[in-house]
């Protein structure tokens, strides 16, 4: 009887009571009442007083009337006061509800001034899978709110097959003064990978703002081989005077190797954020001019050290004569970045082919800049693989010992007889099976791996077997799962070796 008491009691406020009294007994009826007392609170939604519309919106939403939502709460949506059109959303959402109302209700509130309802707005529509009012929403990938930026990207995303959404946003990217125009240029660019719309943004390329101006030209640049946008791209970069921008205009060039980005790419060389960027443009330009400039860039103290990488890097896709001596002294540099890019420009020459005088003074070069663990170990070792010639530096290398656990595991890596066909003399055996005992579980790891590929390639002498497969087994029952998981494979190895 208690909750019929509170019922009467709620009913009756809601007829005689105050402002304060009412907002509250339409709260209190949604929360006891049932299906029958929808109308009670569809007659409070009509009241004069806003906090009493607030409480039959939120009783509403308590109740689990569906019918009586539809009825009121997209009009209490579009309320004058916004805690009524905060309280309509939530309960809307609270309803599940759905319908043409209901998501144009939702629609106009993806223009609220206060961001509660914004965020209930993007929820609700999300997840009806309905934009509701596309320039609204695309709107609001530039609004103050993180909570309601983020929702707005996430709805953008998954509604970005409606035809509506990408229009809205080549509308947005083509307003100067609209807030949401970076952003509209860069969910153009990450979203569409279509890219329908590339035309309609060379103009973009003119943008007052360096942040657009960024963003279109990394959106051109997979069409950068067009004659058309190539031209936009090189005026472009005529006339840039920002580095972020110059950046990528820089990018997209190099990508179609572009002659005429020559002269405009020498005046980044010495830029810490486009000079990388122009020394590439240079390489893939091929001129002679440029391929002098990236010379000279090699020694040049004065320059960035990625720029100076970079040009390492695009020297070797040169693949003239004298490259191979340029870039080993690279090795020895102080700078990361320019080791780096020394490494990947004798990377791309190898994969061009070296003459056979250049092999051996390569390959040892290259296993002294693994062995110092200077960096680039992952990179350099993967540029080693297969290479007979590097196997007795290899060798060396891992006999001093000294090295960090990163350098031995990507020794013992060269030294798998998976990878070169010279690896796996009788006297790397002994190497792999003493790795076994090291004391970093990458490096016990990586000996496993190779002794799983030994029976099969090389044999494994009977006097060794027995040691082999003790401290595997110990391994295979009491290391790490994916040390332990290695070891086994290398037991099974033995097994196949003994059988076959």
């Known amino acids: 009887m208690e909750r019929e008491h509170q019922i009467a009691f709620f009913l009756r406020e809601l007829e005689t009571g105050d402002t304060w009294r009412r907002a509250a007994a339409a709260k209190g009826l949604g929360r006891v009442g049932r299906a029958e007392h929808a109308p009670a609170l569809i007659r409070s939604a009509a009241d004069p007083s806003p906090e009493v519309r607030e409480g039959a919106a939120t009783g509403l939403?308590?109740?689990?009337?569906?019918?009586?939502?539809?009825?009121?709460?997209?009009g209490l949506m579009a309320d004058d006061d916004p805690w009524v059109r905060r309280r309509a959303s939530l309960a809307a959402v609270r309803l599940g509800l759905?319908?043409?109302?209901?998501?144009?209700?939702f629609g106009r509130l993806l223009r609220d001034p206060d961001h509660p309802p914004r965020i209930n707005a993007l929820d609700a529509l999300r997840s009806l899978g309905a934009v509701g009012d596309a320039p609204a929403l695309v709107g609001l990938l530039g609004d103050p709110v993180p909570g309601v930026r983020g929702r707005a990207w996430a709805l953008v995303h998954d509604a970005r097959k409606d035809p509506a959404v990408p229009a809205a946003l080549v509308?947005?990217?083509?307003?100067?003064?609209?807030?949401?125009?970076?952003p509209a240029l860069l969910a153009l660019r990450s979203i569409y990978a279509e890219r329908p719309w590339d035309d309609a943004l060379l103009a973009e390329l003119r943008a007052p703002s360096p942040a657009v101006r960024a963003v279109v030209a990394a959106r051109l640049r997979h069409r950068?081989?067009?004659?058309?946008?190539?031209?936009?791209?090189r005026t472009a970069l005529e006339a840039e005077r920002v580095a972020e921008a110059a950046f990528w205009l820089l990018h997209a060039l190099a990508r179609a190797g572009e002659e005429g980005t020559v002269r405009p790419a020498l005046r980044w060389l010495g830029d810490g954020r486009a000079g990388p960027a122009a020394a590439r443009a240079l390489g893939m330009a091929g001129t002679r001019a440029a391929q002098a400039r990236?010379?000279?860039?090699?020694?040049d103290p004065a320059l960035p050290s990625g720029t100076r990488g970079a040009a390492a890097e695009a020297l070797g896709g040169s693949g003239r004569w004298d490259t191979v001596w340029l870039l080993l002294p690279l090795l020895e540099e102080s700078g990361a970045e320019v080791r780096a890019g020394a490494v990947e420009g004798l990377a791309a020459l190898v994969d061009a082919g070296l003459w056979p005088w250049e092999r051996r003074a390569v390959a040892e070069a290259l296993v002294a800049h693994l062995a110092g663990g200077r960096g680039g170990v992952r990179r350099t070792g993967q540029v080693l693989v297969g290479w007979?010639?590097?196997?007795?530096?290899?060798?060396?290398?891992?006999?001093?010992?000294?090295?960090?656990?990163?350098?031995?595991?990507?020794?013992?890596?060269?030294?798998?007889?998976?990878?070169?066909?010279d690896a796996g003399t009788p006297g790397d055996l002994p190497r792999l099976v003493g790795a076994l005992e090291d004391p970093d579980d990458r490096v016990v790891h990586r000996a496993a791996t190779g002794l799983a590929h030994w029976p099969a390639a090389v044999g494994v002498p009977a006097s060794d077997a027995v040691r082999v497969r003790a401290r595997l087994t110990g391994l295979a029952a009491g290391a790490p799962g994916w040390v332990a998981d290695a070891a086994g494979e290398a037991l099974r190895a033995l097994d196949a070796c003994r059988t076959g």
């Open 61 to 74: 939403g308590r109740l689990g009337v569906r019918a009586a939502g539809h009825a009121v709460l997209p």
């Open 98 to 105: 759905r319908g043409p109302a209901v998501v144009a209700a």
């Open 171 to 182: 509308r947005a990217a083509d307003r100067a003064d609209d807030p949401a125009r970076e």
């Open 224 to 233: 950068a081989d067009a004659p058309g946008t190539r031209a936009a791209l």
């Open 294 to 299: 990236l010379r000279a860039a090699l020694t």
């Open 388 to 421: 007979a010639e590097a196997l007795p530096f290899v060798r060396e290398a891992w006999d001093r010992g000294g090295s960090s656990a990163e350098v031995r595991a990507a020794l013992l890596a060269l030294l798998d007889p998976d990878h070169a066909t």
